[in-house]
Each structure stands twice: as C-alpha cells, then as structure tokens.
C-alpha cells in the first residue's frame, strides 16, 4: 500500500500550506481501508479490515496478523 505524499512547504506561505496539508489528509486518511488480495504485509504498521476474517489486521514482519476484539 503506497499513500500518495504530502504538499511540500515551499517558500513562506505556511497558511496555504497547512490548508493544503489539511485538504491532503482529510482526502488519504479518513477510514480504515479494507484488505484485499493485492495489498502486500511487506511494510510493518499497516492497519486494515479483512473482511473475509471479519476483523481488523495488521502487517508485521511480511504477514497479516488479526488483532482480536473482545465481545
């Protein structure tokens, strides 16, 4: 999973920078993304719904590992 990256901070215009950084996030990161047979484990820390296991997952170390909810 490759996220797009942030607007770079160029010159002095911190204020339409930290829009852009804002309207940025608000777009890549608003929900847990479901997983699917094409996204890799590959980078640790990756947070997904499986769907098909109907709990959330996690990547560490090259694999999928379910974090399990309590009732």
């Given at each position: 999973?490759?996220?797009p990256h942030p607007p770079?901070?160029?010159g002095d215009?911190?204020?339409s920078w930290a829009?852009?950084?804002n309207?940025?996030?608000?777009?890549?990161?608003?929900?847990?993304r479901f997983k699917t047979s094409e996204d890799s484990a590959a980078e640790d820390g990756i947070?997904?719904?499986?769907?098909e296991e109907e709990c959330p997952v996690v990547s560490k170390d090259g694999a999928w590992i379910k974090i399990q909810l309590d009732p």
């Open positions: 999973m490759s996220a770079p901070p160029l215009k911190w204020k829009e852009s950084m309207s940025f996030l608000v777009k890549s990161m608003d929900r847990l947070l997904m719904w499986d769907a």
